[in-house]
């Protein structure tokens, strides 16, 4: 009879623990990223996009990554592997740059 509230308990508590995946929110698509680069406006959108994400990351970690670099150069990280990844998107190009400066 024990182990039936053990199992209960290990189950609530395997639900209970955070989880590793995350929705992407406002995230654009490379072809898009590079298309929107000669519109100063979405350009601006989408470099502020990828300031936030290294904030939430930041964050997360109690980090600093990216301290000190200025935003257009991060931004010209993400245009570049955009055009190099037409299949990706922003998010990914932000986890590319952020895990290469960490």
Known sequence: MILRPLTTLALILAMASPAAAYT???????????????????RKMNMWWVLGYFSG???ENSASTGKGIDSDVLYA???????????????DASIDLYDLLK
């Open 24 to 42: 992407v929110k406002g995230s654009v698509e490379c072809p898009d990223v590079v298309r929107e680069d000669s519109n100063d406006n979405h």
């Open 57 to 59: 990351r930041n964050y």
């Open 77 to 91: 990280h993400v245009l570049t592997y955009c055009k190099a990844h037409p299949n990706n998107d922003m998010d």
